[in-house]
């Protein structure tokens, strides 16, 4: 029996010399070595779920979950739980593939009489553990689970449980990391303040020295893009990633943006000025639902090429950019959000199609150039709003109150280059002092708007929507109706 773990033990030793190894968030990824109780070789394992392939509606966790590690719980027959590695949890994040007796075990660091069991269990009890390894490409990858149980997967409320299994790249696919060896620092900083900072994600910092992961985020500024990480020293590109876990070495990196427009507001075109938005994602991450968060700054709404779900992703990673620009038009009285690229409507706050009737369009702006969109037809309450969502796909939230800006609901309407002149046209008869050219003097008094010697007047929005004319207007701009007469008014 020994000779036969033996030749265990070499087998595994010269696969992990063949097959390349890779780096992950917590170390580098290998093929594990099964070692013994006495003297245990310990491994972060790692989930590779990366939120290409989310397949399950039921599994509240985040797809993408790159950097989580499981996590040993300190009591036997508690379930595992997978979370972001810290200093004060990375011994119970250790994990050896142990002989013990002639059968192989997963046993943990922190807690060296626990083993994982039926799959998603710590208990002093153990049973057989497998680990089968994905096909190549992705043979760093294994599906993990005690004999005769299905794999562990990364589940709700940061707890493992068990279920069959998803494939590659999601959240039944773990690595098993050696941990880094020393420690390195990381300092980022942006190629260009005016368009965007740099950090270390989840602070405002921009230097870390760590043995454990690091993680790098770049923050545009509404109307512009990340587009990469590049080394400081020799100016390689190093990552078109935000956040980016960086690797073992030391290293100084800049965060590069590059501008697609320009922050305006949004007005529907006419046949003889049309106006192109990119509409961008303003949300930072801060708010969350249904667990479900994450920073998509740089992400735009995008046209599918046939009618389906909505898009969400940055304009450089879009094959043909008119797929992404979107302008507001007036069909038959109604305002509707129209495709460049393919003609569709937005419908259903979500999805595009070629339907125009019902699914009127309404940009409400909550504050600093953010609005939440959303279509007449969004289903019920039809008070659903267009939000970034699992898989660069966009879906609809409803919300009893709005969260505010920087949400899961927040954009921009970003003004394309090819449109600065025509939306320029729109903003000429802009302002107080245009109305001196007519007979009505109009103000704007605590964001209130009247019309001196006038008491019937209408107020609507620049897409449309009648205002009430008693309650204070959000910060925007306005049509003031006078029997034939029409007014632009900006309220601040």
């Known amino acids: 029996m020994k000779k036969i773990y033996k030749l265990i033990f070499t087998v595994a030793l010269l696969m992990s010399a063949v097959i390349q190894l890779a780096a992950q968030v917590n170390g580098t990824a290998v093929v594990p070595t099964v070692s013994t109780l006495a003297s245990p070789l310990y491994y972060y394992i790692e989930s590779a779920a990366n939120g290409t392939t989310p397949v399950l509606t039921n599994n509240n966790a985040p797809d993408d979950l790159r950097g989580y590690v499981m996590i040993c719980p300190s009591t036997s027959g508690s379930k595992i739980s997978w979370g972001a590695l810290t200093d004060t949890n990375k011994d119970a994040a250790l994990w050896a593939v142990v002989n013990d007796g002639g059968v192989i075990k997963l046993v943990n660091k922190a807690y060296p009489t626990l083993f994982m069991f039926q799959s998603n269990f710590a208990s002093t009890t153990a049973n057989e553990v497998k680990y089968d390894p994905r096909v190549s490409p992705n043979q760093l990858q294994y599906k993990i689970y005690s004999t005769g149980y299905n794999p562990v997967i990364a589940w709700n409320t940061f707890l493992c449980d068990k279920y069959s299994d998803q494939g590659v790249n999601t959240k039944t696919s773990w690595y098993f990391i ?20 740099a950090v270390i994600t ?32 020799n100016g390689d590109i190093v990552s078109t990633e935000s956040p980016y876990y960086v690797g073992a070495n030391s290293i100084n990196l800049i965060a590069n943006f590059t ?8 007005f529907v075109s006419t046949t003889s000025n ?7 994602s303003a949300c930072n991450g801060s708010n969350v639902f249904s667990s479900f968060t994450g920073d998509f700054r740089s992400n735009v709404l995008i046209s599918p090429t046939a009618a389906g779900r909505i898009i969400h992703k940055r304009i450089n990673a879009v094959t043909t950019p008119d797929h992404a620009l979107w302008m507001l038009e007036n069909v038959g009285g109604t305002i509707l959000l129209k495709n460049k690229a393919t003609g569709f409507y937005m419908v259903g706050s979500r999805d595009a199609g070629t339907t125009t009737t019902g699914n009127g369009f309404t940009p409400t702006l909550q504050g600093n150039n953010q609005y939440t969109i959303k279509t007449a037809d ?3 309450p039809n008070t659903s709003t267009t939000n970034v969502w699992r898989a660069n796909l966009c879906d609809r939230l409803f919300f009893a109150s709005d969260p505010g800006e920087n949400s899961l609901i927040s954009w921009y309407f970003v003004v394309a280059p090819e449109s600065a002149t025509n939306y320029q046209n729109a903003l000429i008869s802009t302002g107080v002092s245009d109305v001196n050219k007519s007979d009505y003097s109009i103000n704007t008094v605590n964001r209130t708007i009247t019309v001196e010697g ?21 910060s925007g701009v306005y049509l003031v109706k006078i029997k034939d007469f029409t007014q632009k008014v900006i309220v601040k």
């Open 274 to 280: 049309p106006i192109y938005y990119y509409i961008q």
């Open 259 to 266: 501008q697609i427009g320009t922050v305006g507001q949004p």
């Open 202 to 233: 989840g602070t405002t910092d921009i230097t870390k020295t760590s043995m454990g992961s690091i993680s790098i985020t770049a923050n545009p500024l509404p109307g512009y893009v990340f587009v990469n990480w590049t080394n400081q020293s």
């Open 378 to 380: 969004a289903g019920t």
């Open 454 to 474: 006038v008491n019937n007047f209408e107020v609507y929005s620049v897409t449309g929507q009648k205002q009430n004319r008693e309650k204070a207007l959000q």
């Open 178 to 197: 050696l941990p880094f060896e020393s420690e390195r620092t990381v300092n980022v900083s942006s190629a260009n303040t005016l368009q965007g900072t």
